[in-house]
């Protein structure tokens, strides 16, 4: 009897866990407008800033624009796809605005800038396919995640080294 009555538990808490997680046709439309709403307050805040700063500001608005709607996507569709699409999607808005930001240095420091750019680039990009990988169900999901390792850390490295 307290067997059944522990799966009859664990049977409802899981059912109203995923009803809370599910988004309907309506919540995403919704969330959609209210990201639409926020990218052009953003945009707009903009308008006031002149030279490098202003297209940093716009690249963070258009990033942030661009993350909102990719977890909006991962979660109305939640697949490794899109998961894996979210993380790249925030791997390049930061790339995007952090090589803008270098436009303000010059010399040297600009091109450390840049690199440093885009080492943390190559690195969110490995760790958007190790997630894609890792969520992957399958017999040689190991090797998979095996050889994504290593693939990462060879471009690390090449990044690291220029």
């Known amino acids: 009897m307290k067997i059944r009555l522990l799966v009859l538990s664990m049977a409802f808490a899981s059912a109203f866990t995923g009803a809370a997680i599910a988004m309907t046709k309506a919540e995403y439309n919704t969330q959609k ?45 939640p697949s490794a796809r899109h998961t894996q699409k979210a993380a790249m999607v925030k791997g390049d808005a930061a790339y995007d605005v952090a090589r803008e930001k270098c436009d303000d240095l010059s010399g040297n420091a600009k091109d450390v800038c840049i690199k440093d750019a885009k080492v943390a680039h190559t690195q969110a990009k490995n760790e958007a396919k190790m997630s894609k990988v890792s969520t992957t169900s399958s017999s040689t999901a190991t090797n998979q995640v095996a ?11 090449q990044a690291l080294y220029k």
């Open 33 to 77: 407008d209210t990201i639409k709403t926020q990218y052009k307050a953003a945009k707009d805040k903009c308008d006031d800033l002149k030279a490098n700063a202003k297209d940093v500001c716009v690249l963070q608005a258009k990033g942030t624009d661009k993350v909102a709607r990719a977890e909006l996507e991962a979660q109305y569709e």
């Open 147 to 157: 050889d994504v390792k290593k693939d990462a850390m060879a471009d690390e490295r």
